[in-house]
């Protein structure tokens, strides 16, 4: 078994700590408003229960067949069939990744790499063949650059794309473009004193609230602990 991975990024945090703290936060306030005795709740946000909550595929797997080891890349979301899977491109550092497990991506894909002959072999798991099938495939992939790929993929409907690097994904990804998911946050440094120095920017995603109306980005940093206190509990 090899090392675990760690993520870029602190899933349990963003994932399973603030979204389902502003969820319950925000289905407290709703059922205070419907409730005649307008009655308040307690909310218990636990990151290791949002985090347990991520995996029902995983467990649901386990705890049903002992004999699957969904740990050691023999799940179909993490590396047992060709059909999804990350393969590297003839240029250094570029990889293009596959979700095909709905056949009409599939057959898409084969189609886009000339290798029809594998539209029924997608899903095999490695030990029934797709071994052989990922082995074409990273062979396949790796005569061409990532650029070569994209150009050619963009004719075909199907669930394959080109994986940026955390440092490119800004610039190189058009939807990330032309749906305008950045913001630019100005942040005002402190002196020693506790006065305001420095000024400066930052482009970072933002908040994925996508409503007509009703949401307004934040173009500063986060407050400062108990900055709004005050203005919060005034008005409960």
């Not at 497990?101 to 029934?128: D, N, R, V, Y």
């Amino acid at each position: 078994m090899k090392r675990p991975e760690l993520p870029p990024t602190p899933v349990a945090d963003f994932c399973a700590g603030a979204y389902p703290a502003a969820f319950q936060i925000a289905t407290c306030l709703f059922a205070r408003e419907k409730d005649p005795l307008r009655k308040g709740n307690i909310i218990d946000v636990s990151m290791t229960d949002g985090s347990y909550a991520l995996m029902p595929f995983q467990q649901s797997i386990a705890n049903y067949n002992n004999e699957q080891k969904v740990s050691l890349g023999k799940y179909v979301l993490n590396g047992d069939v060709p059909c999804y899977q990350v393969y590297e491109c003839k240029d250094k550092n570029a990889f293009i990744s596959l979700g095909c497990l709905e056949p009409k991506f599939w057959i898409q894909t084969c189609q886009a790499l000339g290798c029809m002959h594998l539209k029924h072999k997608g899903l095999l798991s490695m030990e029934k063949g797709g071994n052989e099938v990922k082995a074409e495939l990273t062979s396949i992939f790796k005569s061409k650059t990532s650029q070569e790929w994209k150009e050619i993929f963009s004719k075909f409907d199907a669930c394959v794309e080109i994986v940026n690097l955390s440092e490119k994904v800004s610039e190189k990804d058009p939807q990330l473009k032309a749906r305008n998911l950045d913001v630019t946050l100005t942040i005002v440094g402190n002196s020693k004193d506790g006065k305001p120095s420095q000024t400066s920017s930052l482009t970072v995603p933002k908040t994925p609230l996508n409503m007509k109306s009703g949401v307004e980005f934040q173009a500063k940093p986060g407050p400062k602990l108990g900055e709004h206190n005050q203005e919060i509990l005034s008005k409960l």
